[in-house]
């Protein structure tokens, strides 16, 4: 925001106003010796497979940020239009923003064309969209979905690059869930042998790479059906506390203590004063 | 994301001072200069989104020369013309309606819709300076 007069209406979008106090400000501080604080990343394992009749598309639920985990059960499956889904990977917000920028702009695309709106014409709004910004916005995406040509399955890089494969995965638990792929993919799977490919790949990725964990949630697209399993699969479950939530109870179970042997003394009192004091209830 | 001068060394020809009268700089309405600032710019990307639209059209109406022949893009430009001026005064809030239905931004959303919202700025135009600047006595 600039203090000297205006002379020209502003206009909209990202105003690279404070990019130069930004980087004196950064500078400052690591001359300090403190950390700028950073954006938090999915760190993430998702993938995506083609069967026979659809897709289906896997993620798992963690959100870090630097050493810590932000959100133990974040959503990375992005709705775009009734028929396609989009797995995001990256900053999470950078994934948030422009899977619903593209998912407004389809829509409004599909009322003015009166048609179900296809997964290449999703595929070509994210990377030109995407290669704008030159890999600015750190958002990489796994896009699935069942048109009227059958089902497609497409990678998007944060520089706007796209592949279209049978089979893809991203993120810091790619090279895990590829190799469970690589293994194990066939062509024209059952929806059942699909669901549990993606199952394991996102295990892999869970317990073989720091950025990934929690839970697994799974998407399976096909014509005319979406089923939206989140979560399919608590892979990480956290251990349950004692029962009482308020005052939790310590006490040890009867019998944990062995009872060797057990005397019984009865104490023999006399009554040696008896008085009553009345109460003053006023 | 490091925005450092790493990616900003080469200086730019787009960033100009804004001359004033007498071809020198106007402190009074553009505050102090510094050369390192007006060369630099201060992102990888400010550049490219300052002319990002102007070079869309570019872009689209040679191609459309080439494909249609010369009447095309002339008959558009001209269409452009007439609506650009059907707006308020500069400092006040224009719809911008037939402008936008033209160009088919009534039909997409990107940034420029959700952030920095120009309805919502902070800052209100003086309305003698910005009247002043559209009609070039400025």
Do not use: W
Request: charged letters at 20%.
């Amino acid at each position: 925001m600039a203090t000297l007069s205006v002379c020209q209406p502003q206009l909209g979008g990202f105003s690279f106003e404070n990019c130069k106090r930004n980087a004196v400000l950064e500078a400052e501080v690591t001359k300090l010796g403190c950390n700028v604080p950073s954006a938090r990343k999915t760190g993430t394992t998702i993938c995506g497979v083609v069967f026979k009749d659809g897709i289906v598309l896997g993620a798992d639920t963690r959100a870090t940020e630097g050493m810590i985990v932000a959100d133990k059960n974040c959503s990375k499956i992005h709705y775009i239009s009734p028929n396609i889904y989009c797995c995001g990977a990256g900053t999470a917000a950078d994934t948030e923003m422009t899977t619903q920028i593209i998912s407004s702009n389809l829509e409004l695309h599909s009322l003015s064309t009166s048609r179900l709106p296809r997964v290449a014409t999703a595929n070509r709004m994210l990377k030109q969209m995407l290669f704008r910004y030159q890999g600015h916005i750190g958002a990489a995406l796994v896009l699935g979905g069942v048109d009227c040509n059958g089902p497609h399955l497409y990678s998007i890089y944060p520089h706007g690059s796209t592949d279209k494969l049978p089979y893809v995965t991203m993120g810091s638990g790619s090279l895990a869930a590829m190799a469970v792929f690589e293994d194990r993919y066939k062509q024209d799977m059952e929806e059942e042998d699909a669901k549990r490919l993606v199952r394991d790949a996102i295990a892999a990725g869970i317990f073989n790479d720091l950025g990934s964990g929690s839970n697994i949630d799974l998407c399976v697209i096909t014509k005319g059906r979406v089923d939206y399993l989140r979560p399919h699969d608590m892979a990480n479950k956290k251990g349950v506390r004692s029962q009482r939530l308020i005052r939790p109870v310590y006490a040890y179970k009867q019998g944990t203590t062995g009872v060797l042997t057990k005397s019984v003394i009865k104490l023999d009192l006399e009554v040696v004063e008896e008085t009553v004091q009345t109460m003053d209830t006023s | 994301m490091i925005t450092g001068l790493l990616f900003c060394s080469v200086p730019v020809t787009g960033m100009g001072q804004q001359v004033g009268a007498y071809g020198v700089q106007d402190t009074l309405r553009s505050g102090f200069s510094s050369v390192k600032n007006e060369l630099l710019p201060s992102h990888a990307l400010e550049l490219s989104e300052k002319n990002f639209q102007l070079n869309q059209d570019k872009m689209n109406f040679s191609n459309l020369r080439n494909i249609q022949g010369l009447h095309a893009p002339l008959k558009l430009q001209m269409e452009y013309r007439a609506a650009r001026q059907i707006q308020r005064l500069p400092f006040l809030q224009s719809s911008h309606l037939a402008l936008d239905t033209l160009k088919g931004n009534d039909e997409s959303i990107s940034f420029e819709d959700i952030l920095n919202d120009p309805s919502q700025s902070e800052m209100v135009g003086e309305p003698h300076i910005m009247m002043e600047y559209k009609l070039g006595l400025m």
